[in-house]
């Protein structure tokens, strides 16, 4: 829209005083995907993100003083390259803030975050039908020829 002002979202490492604005978009995150709602996910994530030892490390997104994303990372080894790359597990900007750089500017912190840490890539996935995503995606990064398989533990 013509003269609207669009706030600043700045970029930060999640901190404890984050945990109602976090949990509210982590929810909507799930609920976008049609998780079932679950508050001990929620809660074992955050002390993921909260526990210095853990290898899950969280970002968000901040304009005008409120939580508008999300961004949920951690290192991982590519033993085929001999290099250690960094993978983007969740990504999620409130609906009010869609369209506003939010994801755009999450993936570009944790680029460079991965460029000082040394990482080979940073490397994500998205569902197939989630065309708005990959948009963005397809404008910071490289559709790989990957395939994706799930499999059971035990079965």
Do not use: C, K
């Amino acid at each position: 829209m013509a003269g609207t002002v669009r706030p600043t979202v700045g970029i930060r490492p999640v901190r404890e005083g984050d945990r109602e604005q976090w949990a509210t978009l982590f929810r909507a995150y799930r609920d976008f995907y049609r998780l079932e709602p679950d508050e001990a996910v929620v809660d074992r994530v955050w002390s993921w993100l909260t526990d210095a030892g853990h290898e899950v490390r969280g970002l968000v997104a901040e304009a005008d003083g409120e939580l508008v994303g999300i961004a949920h990372h951690r290192r991982f080894a590519r033993p085929s390259t001999g290099t250690v790359g960094v993978w983007l597990d969740d990504l999620f900007a409130a609906e009010s803030a869609r369209g506003a750089g939010v994801g755009h500017a999450l993936v570009a912190h944790l680029g460079g975050v991965a460029a000082l840490e040394g990482a080979s890539v940073v490397r994500w996935i998205t569902a197939d039908d989630n065309a708005t995503a990959q948009r963005l995606y397809d404008r910071v990064a490289t559709r790989t020829r990957w395939v994706t398989y799930d499999a059971t533990p035990g079965a």
